[in-house]
DNA sequence: AAATTAATTTAGGCATACCTAAATTATATA
DNA sequence: TATATAATTTAGGTATGCCTAAATTAATTT
């Protein structure tokens, strides 16, 4: 069995690959706050594990065992904010730090126990999606909200869930996966943007739009 | 916030401490499946932490810091196991091991939620009591069924729940916490008991009914 | 009281996972 | 192309929690 911290680079580096390709040293100590001199040396232990893919100075990727490991976890804590919110009513601002420490500890039983309690759901409270128990992970063609411009209607796909204020802000708006709203204005000189939510007024600074991914756009 | 395994030692010294008073570092260090180095090790750190007493060669006992943690985490522990029973439906020889894990990382939130949803419950699957959040813990007189003689009957209160195999075996006899029996036999010369439950006769191993403890004892 | 036996502690090591500081390598700029 | 800058790696150190082996202390036996 792998550690908690190996298990915490190999989802870190899932992500960032993802987003970037190769994932670089600083990019992975910076996502995970650590020093790049700590980055290098679990990437090393992960190597010899057969886990990762790196030649010096290049960046590392995951090998596939290092992928479908990398996809067990983060089905883990999907399925274990899902769970939380739905079954203990913990409120989606805290369900990421809750499941983060979880994520490490539950079995194949529990996990599978979860899953059918919530009727093999495919997306997480904050419209991440859940990798299947074979590690197959539905993509969502979804925009980020800094894309739109005024006119322009969409429904919410997913928002970001590491910023516990930031959710509890979109919260305030109803601001939820699935939730319609039109863009009414966008400020120039990258300004905010108003919508329209089921008829309330709302302003959505762009900080804050660069959080939000969106589905459905339409004129 | 503690190591898990200073919790775990913790939990221990409280435990043992409940039978023998002061606890010796090799009982300790068994109980833990450790070396006596070890346990050493650890009650050193533990006693600048003011969290047990100590003189060198004399055992230990917890302080009341110490006892509160202990308290803490056996709540974490218990209300975990009630919880994946009731809740998911964990069989109940399972749910030790995972509560094991479990107990050093759930927050004060996702207890306090379990608690309500279980409806402040007093006992865990295996009838042993739950502190409460304050640390209070309801003591039952209950005693091991070893001790009882032919034609007494009574109820189950508690087993020991740390071997798996122990409870399956348990649980094929409907001896659950909460169920009444009566004894028919002592076989002499430390032999088995032979059982009454609900109309069937059952024989019971002297080593399998150690870690049975009965309460409501009448002839 | 002395010697044996048992329990406990000390000493020294290993693995994990982090750190800082220095050395190295790659990339950008002049 | 040479030099400056940035990224990465290496080297050496800290803390935790375990280990084995040796030393110490306590308890038991003769
Ligand atoms: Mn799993
Ligand atoms: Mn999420
Ligand atoms: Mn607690
Ligand atoms: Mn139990």
Chains 1, 2 share one sequence.
Request: hydrophobic letters at 40%.
């Amino acid at each position: 069995m792998l550690t908690h911290a190996a298990e915490d680079y190999l989802k870190s580096i899932y992500k960032l690959q993802e987003k970037v390709g190769k994932v670089s040293t600083g990019i992975l100590a910076e996502y995970l706050n650590v020093k790049p001199a700590s980055a290098t040396g679990m990437i090393k232990k992960l190597k010899t594990m057969q886990l990762v893919k790196h030649e010096r100075y290049q960046g590392v990727t995951l090998t596939d065992a290092g992928k479908a490991i990398a996809l067990e976890i983060i089905r883990h804590h999907r399925l274990l904010e899902l769970y939380l919110f739905k079954a203990l009513g913990v409120p989606w601002d805290g369900v990421h730090e809750e499941a983060e420490k979880l994520e490490h500890v539950i079995s194949e039983d529990v996990e599978a126990r979860m899953d059918e309690f919530l009727g093999y759901p495919t997306a997480d409270p904050h419209g991440a999606p859940i990798p299947d128990k074979n590690g197959v992970v539905i993509k969502r063609m979804s925009i980020p909200m800094t894309d739109l411009c005024s006119g322009q209607s969409c429904v919410v796909a997913e928002v970001s869930d590491t910023d516990s204020a930031l959710l509890r802000h979109l919260g305030s708006f109803n601001l939820y996966p699935g939730t319609a709203f039109r863009v009414i204005e966008v400020a120039p000189f990258e300004g905010p943007f108003t919508i329209d939510i089921a008829g309330q007024q709302v302003v959505i600074g762009r900080e804050v739009a660069k959080h939000i991914f969106v589905d459905d756009v339409k004129e």
